[in-house]
């Protein structure tokens, strides 16, 4: 294990948390249209991750932290920006919000009511959005 992944992790250790956050890997636009029938009935979040921004990783291991059982109907994706910026474009385009990194986004009833960027990411109160 590297020095800069014992400092921030990596990856593939935010698929496998060992807290009450199930991860949703974000992939396809095809997801999207699921994302806003899901936000339907309950809200969902996507979390857009940088993975070689230190910023990013320590983020979103705090953020991972802020899950309780209470949390568990939330869906979350997760976005690998490096891998799909063409979703985080779409996703900006359908949602009408600037794309920064790390971001996360808080869908209900097909429309975004909540973003936040980077360190604003670990205010988020989850509780509400229940």
Known sequence: MSLYDRLFGNAASYKDTKNTLKWIPLTTENQL??????????????FKHSTSCGISNMVIKRFEKLFTIEHQ?????????????????????????????????V????????????????????????
């Not at 249209?33 to 996507?46: F, Q």
């Not at 869908?107 to 959005?129: G, M, P, Q, T």
């Open 73 to 105: 109907s939330i869906e979350v994706y997760y976005l690998d920006l490096l891998r799909f910026r063409s979703l985080s474009n779409e996703i900006s385009r359908i949602f009408d919000v600037v794309h920064e990194s790390p971001q996360i986004l």
């Open 33 to 46: 249209e699921e994302i806003k029938n899901s936000s339907k009935n309950k809200s969902v979040v996507i």
């Open 107 to 130: 869908i209900n009833k097909e429309v975004l009511v909540f973003d936040a960027s980077h360190y604003d990411i670990l205010e988020i109160n989850l509780s509400r959005f229940l």
